[in-house]
Each structure stands twice: as structure tokens, then as C-alpha cells.
């Protein structure tokens, strides 16, 4: 019910397929935008029907069968037969559009009342019941969940704390430049963080946590606490099937599993990048929208595949933060524009040519850049590090 199977039916209906099409999701509610869960909406700014894709008569309209709170129990890949509350479905194609679930703490009182995740509708609604009460709230992680819900609970008026176990944020999905920019902003708006923070325990009273205890001794007081430590591919259903999994499930460009029947899209997936010419696990809605795509493409017997250029947004108080390219190994960076006025792009290259960039505020060139590197332009660092260097004239033949 998330982007990734949601998008695979709009996309076979769009594409002409003519058969049954299900959607089993173990929420309540209708499929939905993911994005605005730790912007807007947690801070109060949408309605729940908002986030909808669409409201159910398009689904009847469509004749797509939605499924709420259908926990699917078991799957023969056999007989081709799903079991989901008790009740047996058959398939000519089946889709795994699993997603990923929160890492979650491990250590006493982690079942704490004011203890909070985000990754869907329910956690924000969990969250929103205590924010009444609650004065100082301390966030575990300092990804872009953590500082998402930082800028999101510091316009509400929080006292916010980022507990960081690394010596910075955001260490790995982007440069120390990008870090400290980020952690000035959050300063500035009056978030507390402390990096090489170890959470050691969670001191609470009546399931309530009131103090998050660090390694060094040092204790934060807290009225709620959100974890934001990573997520975990759900593959158990797959594994149970017989599917090949590994930091996700496995599957080739053309988004099909280990069983030619079977396919999946979206954070669930370890799928081949043909751009990349790798196999990778993405967590993004532009990641999760291009397979819905391929997956279908795949059903009806096209020849669409996985080579979308992996790129995701965060935003932040009044900054747009987008990312096109992976930078991850990167052995060159620089700054291409005015980083102290909060306009800028951050290039990264490798063995002399850009792989990715990460740009604040400065939407036009993103896409000149981004454009280019999903079209496998080389293009040389030595070039962009000339002062004279203009992104239309480099990218005017690569689109």
C-alpha cells in the first residue's frame, strides 16, 4: 500500500493491462504519500485524506481491489496462492512491495509509551497524542529523518536534542561540508547537537521514558524520544518463499525475483541498476515510482528497465536539499555557489568525473546536473573547478 504497490497497479492500468489487480496492505488507510509524514503532516499542517494517492471510488473506478489491514500469512509460489486473513488468493503475477521497517532500539524500557519511530501514518498519529505534554523531546539520529523531525518539532515550538553516534550528521550520505552547513542551521533555530553520542540507556517511570542516558555518563532530559536509526528491508515473507534475498530481495534490471513469477519495487528490493551497473538497495520515492513502472512494464511483456539515477530531496526549515548520484567513495569534492547565503551545490567526483551532487536551494542547476548524470555524461571536475565554468552551456547537449 506505499508508492512502490500502489504505483504498479496505476501503472498496469495505465499500460492496458486488462486482469484482476489486488492490493494487500497491513494499514488502515488508503495508499499514501510517504514525504510529508516527518514534514507538514507532522506538523499538523494536513489532513490524513490529504496523503492519499487518490480516494477509494478511483480504485473502484479502476477495478483495483484494496485490501486494508490484510496481513498476508503465507505464500505458495507453487500453486501460485497467497493466504492473507484466512482467506486464499490465487496469481498469475505477484508483486512484493514490502518496504522497509525502523530499526529498532534494543535495551531496556525501549517499550516505552513516549518511545516513537516514523515510518507510517499511525506513528505520526502516536506521536502527535503525546506532543500535548511533551516540552523536550530528544531524537536518536541525525539522518535526514532526525533532522527532518528536528525542523519539524523546533516550528512547534520543542526543545529538540539530536543524539548523534558518529562525529557528525549525516556522515554517511554526504561530506563534511554538507554536515556542518546543516548542523549551523540547526543551531541557529536552537536544536542541541551532540555528536559521538552512544545511547547507553533509557531511564523511565511508569513506561514513560524521562531521561536518555549516554556512554559518557551525561543524561538528557526527555518527555519523548523518536528513533531514527536506519530501516530494515521486510523480506521475511519473501525468504519464506523461497526467493533470494540479501540486504533485500534480489532481483535482475527488469525488477523480477528469483521466481520468473514473481517481481518486486520499492525499498524491499536489492535490484540491479543498469545505469550504476550494480545491484543496490534504495530507501526513495523516485526509486520506488521508476520500478512500479518497470515492474508492470515487465508484466505486460515490455522491455522497460531499472536504470533510474538514484536521487532524493529533505527539507528543511526554508532550505530544499536534493541529491542526484551516489557520493558514496567519492575522492574529490567542492562547492559550486554561495554556501554562507544557503545557495549552493556540492559536486563530488571520482577518479576525475562527477558522480553525484548534493544541491541546497538551487533547483534549476540540480536538474541541469541531475540531467546529465542520468544520461552518463562524463563530465571532468577540472572543469567545474574553473571559475569560468557555466552548468547551461556544459549540459546544453545532454539532454
Not at 168 to 183: G, H
Request: aromatic share 10%; net charge negative.
Amino acid at each position: 500500500g506505499g508508492h512502490a504497490g500502489a504505483n504498479v497497479a496505476f501503472s498496469l492500468r495505465k499500460d492496458g493491462f486488462e486482469g484482476e489487480i489486488d492490493i494487500f496492505s497491513n494499514e488502515e488507510f488508503l495508499p499514501y504519500h510517504r514525504p510529508p509524514l516527518s514534514k507538514e503532516f507532522l506538523k499538523k499542517n494536513m489532513e490524513t485524506e490529504k496523503l492519499f494517492f487518490n480516494p477509494e471510488s478511483f480504485y473502484q473506478d479502476q477495478n483495483i481491489s484494496f485490501h486494508a489491514n490484510a496481513l498476508v500469512s503465507s505464500i505458495d509460489t507453487d500453486l501460485k496462492e497467497i493466504t492473507a486473513d484466512s482467506s486464499t488468493f490465487s496469481f498469475d503475477y505477484l508483486v512484493f512491495a514490502t518496504g522497509a521497517s525502523p530499526r529498532l532500539l534494543s535495551m531496556p524500557n525501549a517499550d516505552a509509551k513516549n518511545l516513537f519511530y516514523l515510518r507510517k501514518i499511525s506513528d505520526v498519529l502516536d506521536i502527535h497524542s503525546q506532543l500535548e505534554s511533551t516540552k523536550d523531546i530528544v531524537l536518536i539520529g541525525g539522518g535526514y529523518i532526525g533532522l527532518e523531525v528536528a525542523s519539524a518539532m523546533t516550528e512547534l515550538g520543542l526543545n529538540v536534542t539530536i543524539l548523534e553516534a558518529e562525529e557528525r550528521i549525516l556522515k554517511r550520505v554526504t561530506s563534511p561540508e554538507l554536515s556542518s552547513f546543516y548542523q549551523a542551521i540547526h543551531e541557529a533555530k536552537g536544536v542541541q547537537i551532540i555528536c559521538n553520542a552512544r545511547v547507553s540507556g533509557l531511564i523511565a517511570e511508569n513506561q514513560m521514558i524521562n531521561c536518555v542516558e549516554l556512554e559518557s555518563g551525561e543524561k538528557i532530559l526527555a518527555d519523548a524520544v523518536l528513533a531514527g536509526i536506519g530501516a530494515i528491508p521486510n523480506t521475511q515473507l519473501a525468504e519464506d518463499a523461497g526467493l533470494d534475498c540479501g540486504n533485500g530481495i534480489a532481483t535482475d534490471q527488469y525488477c523480477r525475483t528469483s521466481n520468473p513469477y514473481v517481481l518486486a519495487a520499492g525499498d524491499c528490493t536489492n535490484s540491479f541498476n543498469a545505469l550504476l551497473n550494480q545491484s543496490i538497495r534504495l530507501e526513495s520515492v523516485p526509486n520506488a515510482l521508476s520500478q512500479a513502472k518497470v515492474v508492470s512494464s515487465s508484466i505486460i511483456g515490455n522491455e522497460l528497465y531499472n536504470k533510474e539515477l538514484p536521487w532524493f530531496w529533505s527539507d528543511q526549515y526554508d532550505l530544499k536539499l536534493q541529491m542526484a548520484g551516489l557520493s558514496s567513495g567519492y575522492d574529490e569534492s567542492l562547492i559550486l555557489g554561495d554556501i554562507d547565503g544557503a545557495e549552493f551545490i556540492a559536486c563530488y567526483g571520482k577518479d576525475g568525473h562527477l558522480i553525484a551532487v548534493d544541491s541546497v536551494n538551487q533547483p534549476k542547476q540540480f536538474m541541469l546536473f541531475k540531467r546529465a548524470l542520468s544520461n552518463g555524461f562524463k563530465l571532468e571536475m577540472s572543469l567545474i573547478k574553473n571559475k569560468d565554468f557555466q552548468p547551461e552551456s556544459i549540459f546544453s547537449g545532454s539532454n
